[in-house]
């Protein structure tokens, strides 16, 4: 049984890949802000059906302000999944809070990552943004990036 790391749990996306990997028997620590860019009454409710689960453990914070040389001491597998998601929302107001919590939050996780001795996977997960225009759908994962962001 794994250990695991979630970021972005509570998301939509996140909490899909929390709920399948519980069903796998893996162990799970899930983290999220819970910030206000989408509802985190509805980021509540994505998580509700496991948050009592004895393989899963919460911690609602940043990611930039966490300990992560403690937290990935047993950890085999980081999956990424925090963002803020919208190209829109990295103009304008929203950059520092847009390159915050996508590019400084990533940096210092992947920083972390170099010194965890047991962590063999992190997967980071990307944006259909980076296929560009799509001429056809579904977007076959062969073809060359041609990032419109």
């Known amino acids: 049984m794994a250990l695991n790391i979630v970021t972005g749990a509570a ?3 996140g909490s899909h890949l929390v ?6 028997g893996e ?6 802000q819970f910030n206000d860019y989408y509802d985190p009454n509805l ?5 509700e059906n496991f948050k009592e689960h004895p393989a899963f453990e919460l911690i ?5 302000t966490l300990d992560w040389g403690s937290l990935l001491t047993d950890v ?11 190209v829109r929302a990295s103009w304008g107001d929203g950059f520092r809070d847009y ?4 590019i400084n939050a990533t940096q210092i996780l992947l920083e972390a990552a170099k010194d965890a001795k047991h962590l063999t996977r992190l997967v980071y997960a990307s944006s259909s943004s980076v296929y560009g225009n799509a001429e056809a759908l579904p977007t076959s994962e ?6 419109v962001s």
Do not use: C, M, W
């Open 11 to 13: 998301g939509f996306v």
């Open 19 to 24: 709920e399948t990997l519980l069903n796998q």
């Open 27 to 32: 162990r799970v620590i899930g983290i999220d």
């Open 43 to 47: 980021k509540r409710r994505n998580i």
């Open 60 to 64: 609602e914070s940043d990611i930039q």
């Open 76 to 86: 085999e597998v980081v999956y990424h999944q925090a963002a803020q998601a919208g």
């Open 99 to 102: 390159t915050e919590r996508n």
């Open 142 to 147: 062969t073809i060359l990036p041609q990032p």
